[in-house]
């Protein structure tokens, strides 16, 4: 089971740090991933992060601004965003990838995963 949390209502320029917490097994053993679900649209990735935590993705278009991470000691992945926009206002979910074993520094399908938390609302105002 994966849990989000850090999600509310921020200005223009704010930061939140979301984290997804695994419980039943470790994460250790996934790939994973955040993605993000504005209202009438269709989910999309937003980053990865590699089973050790060694290596992490960002879609190019939010470079700069966020940053995936994990540790796995406590079995948490976090999503810091910083600079937040209006156009970041969203459902943002984690999800985990048992199956791949190479980590290519591309976007993931969501059909690539395994399990899926239940979503945290970002809301950013002008």
């Known amino acids: 089971q994966l849990v989000e949390s850090g999600g509310g209502s921020v200005q223009t320029g704010g930061s939140l740090r979301l984290s997804c917490v695994g419980s039943?097994?470790?994460?250790?053993?996934?790939?994973m991933a955040w993605f993000h679900q504005a209202t009438g649209k269709e989910r999309e990735f937003v980053g990865k992060v590699s089973k050790g935590g060694t290596m992490t993705y960002l879609v190019d278009s939010l470079k700069g601004r966020f940053a995936i991470s994990r540790d796995n000691a406590k079995n948490t992945i976090y999503l810091q965003m910083d600079s937040l926009k209006v156009e970041d206002t969203a459902v943002y979910f984690c999800?985990?990838?048992?199956?791949?074993?190479?980590?290519?520094?591309?976007?993931?399908?969501?059909?690539?995963?395994?399990?899926w938390g239940q979503g945290t609302q970002v809301t950013v105002s002008s």
């Open positions: 039943g097994r470790s994460l250790s053993t996934f790939t």
């Open positions: 999800a985990a990838d048992g199956g791949s074993v190479l980590f290519p520094q591309e976007p993931t399908s969501v059909r690539q995963f395994d399990y």
